[in-house]
């Protein structure tokens, strides 16, 4: 449902510039809506556009959009996203196994999350039906929350590197996204690591040369180049204001360029004006990045290769048909460092000479992975599924319970899979679909020793996860080590029995 037209001739665009997402089943989005409106507020049409896109759901019922990031410049009301999101995961959709949610909602400052705790509590307030539920709502200073009956509990902190200790999160909403470093990110991400269906919801405007922008950047990189199967991205910006050259040449000066980089406009009283006056006072780099949201991606640079993998190699075996599917493919489970997120690999033998490597899934957590292995397992007609013991040690337990079958690789076996697979994509014999998360986990990707003078692959930086990499070798080498083993016998499997 939309609000009534607003009357003032300057509008916002109500339609995103860029809005992605991955494939999707839904959305929750209007049962979102019907729990905000209970409060007796209303939403304007880009807000509720960006609800409807951030509850997506895919066609088992869980959040398509695992990572979700909106961009939009600051004034523009996007506390009425993210207040309703935080009120309908506090208050809807109960956890499958019945105990309560724990929703964390982050902000680089204090006084700013505070003042989230505030609009919210005020309106709860104004909803008998919604206070009949709440149990407890906690003012004191730096504990600010609200509690359910049934135990879901909201709670606003200001990020540090202690951020989130002792709590184990179901979503975690990131306020000021803009100003948030790695370590601040890395203290939050553990906590939702034995958490299935998570959501992690970014927010924020263009940084400037001050802020700690490592985290947004990369949510921004993801978004716009869709390298995250289970992210989402939605931005109001300027036509052309992603592109280095074109952004440069933008009018900034021109209304409909604050109608694209503003759709609060003709909704909120007074910003009309406002972008007005900054316009005249501020000089045009500032008016550009606090008022209009131009943020130009960083200039392409050709891929320096940080191993003997030949890039180019790589890129030129792309083949659409290359799916790895049937009768004879292997799996390859790779988990990053700490259990945060774990990928899943295939790969398979096409022809005498090529063997065709996929990237299956990534995914935040690791409490899926057992079973998603199970059913692909099956699916590929009893797959050989390989790893490293030690990189999977938080999904053995689970692979265990489930009773599949694995071959547990010895670090001889993933120094050989790694020379292997550099061996066979440099010769032209590694077919493979355009994914470009996997291309750009082995540009990231370098080496260190390990093994009897063999080498494995290395994240280049701790921030860059590497895992598709990791999967797509550890696969191919499987393929490789189930030919090499005689028909008659069972591949010695070191796990489950």
Known sequence: MLTNSPK??????????????????????????????????????????????????????????????????????????????????????????????????????????????????????????????????????????????????????????????????????????????????????????????????FTGTVPDELNNSEVWEGVRDRGRGGLDPRGGWIEFTPDGSDDPDTAAKIDVMSPEVWRQGNPALGFRPGLATSIGDEAIRMDRES????????????????????????????????????????????????????????????????????????????????????????????????????LDPKNATAVIGKLDAAKVKYLAMNLDEIAAAHALFIELVNAGMVPHRDQPEVTKSLELATTRPIGRSGYTWEPSDPTKPITQAQAVTWALWGVLKSEATPKRERPIVRGYA
């Open 8 to 201: 003032p001739a300057l509008v916002g665009r109500q339609t995103p510039r860029l809005l992605r997402l991955p494939d999707r089943a839904g959305s929750l989005g209007e049962e979102a809506l019907d729990l905000w409106y209970l409060t007796g507020r209303r939403s304007d049409p880009w807000q509720e556009l960006s609800l409807d896109a951030l509850f997506s759901v895919d066609e088992v019922g869980f959040w398509a959009c695992s990572e979700f990031g909106e961009l939009v410049s600051r004034q523009n009301g996007k506390g009425d996203v993210l207040s309703p999101a935080a009120l309908a995961h506090l208050y809807l959709w109960p956890k499958p196994d019945g105990e309560p949610k724990t929703i964390v909602h982050t902000a680089h400052q204090f006084k700013t999350a505070r003042e989230a705790f505030l609009k919210l509590q005020r309106a709860i307030k104004s909803s008998p039906a919604l206070m009949g539920e709440i149990s407890k709502i906690s003012t004191s200073h730096g504990e600010e929350g609200f509690e359910l009956a049934n135990g879901n509990r909201l709670l606003y902190l200001a990020r540090s590197r202690n951020s989130g200790v002792g709590f184990t999160v179901d979503v975690l909403i990131v306020d000021e996204a803009q100003e948030m470093g790695q370590e601040a990110l890395n203290a939050l991400l553990p906590t939702m690591s034995a958490v299935e269906n998570t959501q992690v919801i």
């Open 287 to 386: 008016f550009a990045i606090q008022r209009l949201s131009i943020w130009p991606n960083r200039r392409e640079e050709a891929a320096e290769s940080l191993s003997e993998l030949d890039l180019s190699a790589w890129s030129h075996q792309v083949e659409p048909k290359a799916s790895v599917t049937g009768e004879g493919a292997v799996i390859a489970v790779a988990l990053g460092r700490g259990g945060g997120f774990a990928t899943i690999g295939k790969a398979i033998r096409v022809d005498g000479d090529s063997i065709a490597v996929e990237h299956h899934k990534t995914d935040r957590g690791t409490l899926w992975v057992a079973a998603e292995v199970k059913k692909l397992k099956a699916e590929l007609g009893n797959a050989l599924v390989v």
